[in-house]
C-alpha cells in the first residue's frame, strides 16, 4: 500500500527567489494600499457605496484578489510547489501590467 505524502524539496530556497517572494509581496501590498485610496472614486466619496454596481463588483474582486493570491501561495510554498507559489504572489502585478497595456491599445 502506498502513503499519500507531500515531499518536500532536498534543497532550501535560493536567495533570489527569496528576493522575487519578497519583492512580490511588497507589490501586492502596494496594490492593496492603491485599491484602498482609489475606493473614494469607486464609492463616489466618503458617503458610501453610491458607485455603479459593476465598479464596486470590480473593486471587491481586485481588492479579494491582490489579498488572497499570497495567502494561498504560503501553502503551495510549504508543500514544495515554489514555482506556483511565485506565480501566485506575481499574479495581481501582471494581471495590473496586462490591463495597463490592454487599455492603452
Known amino acids: 500500500m502506498t502513503e499519500n505524502t507531500v515531499s518536500t524539496p532536498t534543497q532550501p530556497a535560493s536567495w533570489a527567489l527569496k528576493a522575487a517572494v519578497i519583492l512580490g509581496l511588497i507589490a501586492d501590498a502596494g ?3 492603491l485599491l484602498l485610496v482609489v475606493s473614494g472614486f469607486v464609492f ?3 458617503a458610501g457605496p453610491d458607485g455603479a454596481g459593476a465598479a464596486i463588483a470590480g473593486w471587491g474582486m481586485t481588492l479579494a484578489v ?3 493570491s499570497p495567502l494561498l501561495a504560503w501553502p503551495m510554498w510549504r508543500r514544495g510547489r515554489r514555482d506556483l ?3 501566485m ?3 495581481p502585478v ?3 501590467l ?3 497595456l490592454i487599455g492603452s491599445l
Open 31 to 33: 496594490l492593496v494600499v
Open 44 to 46: 463616489n466619496g466618503p
Open 66 to 68: 491582490c489579498i488572497l
Open 85 to 87: 507559489a511565485l506565480a
Open 89 to 91: 504572489i506575481w499574479l
Open 94 to 96: 501582471l494581471a495590473l
Open 98 to 100: 496586462i490591463g495597463i
